[in-house]
């Protein structure tokens, strides 16, 4: 597993690291981070939601890690690479991975659908306020 500043890779976790500590998510598509987020890019996709599910589990721990006494969390990078990780069994693994691969192209899907509805919302209600757009029902 990789872990770094920059631009990163689709399909990585990134994890803030500084003032809201904790925050958890998987990008889609190659994007640029800064020093706030910790972005970890999985050598085997195969372990990609297992490790999204682990830190989304370990934000309390996230958090206590950030809270050394300052008014702003900050994980820095030594502390974030000490995290210990439980790992299960490969068959364990492939079997999770099946399940939740389902469940979050799902979720994908789901999100780039709200996307293109909001879109179009966006795009006709001011036509439907204006009278540019008529209903006939």
Same mark, same amino acid.
């Given at each position: 597993m990789a872990c770094g500043l920059g631009t990163i890779s689709a399909k990585s976790?990134? /994890?803030?690291?500084?003032? $809201? /500590?904790?925050l958890v998510v998987i990008n889609a598509v190659k994007c640029q981070t800064n020093q706030q987020i910790n972005a970890l890019t999985p050598y085997n =996709?195969?372990?990609?939601?297992?490790l999204f599910c682990f830190l989304r589990n370990y934000t309390e721990v996230l958090e206590a890690l950030g809270s050394g006494g300052t008014t702003v969390g900050n994980v820095n $990078?030594?502390? &974030?690479s000490g995290i210990e990780l439980k790992c299960p069994d +490969?068959?364990?693994l492939n079997e999770f991975n099946d399940i939740a @691969? =389902?469940? &979050?192209?799902?979720? +994908?899907?789901n999100t780039r659908q709200i996307l293109t509805l909001q879109e =179009?919302?966006? @795009?006709?209600?001011?036509?439907?306020?204006?009278? +540019? /757009?008529?209903v006939h029902a």
């Open positions: 976790i990134c /994890v803030s690291c500084i003032a $809201t /500590v904790g =996709l195969r372990h990609l939601y297992y $990078t030594s502390l &974030f +490969e068959r364990s @691969t =389902l469940l &979050f192209e799902k979720i +994908e899907a =179009l919302r966006d @795009t006709l209600l001011p036509k439907l306020i204006s009278g +540019e /757009v008529k």
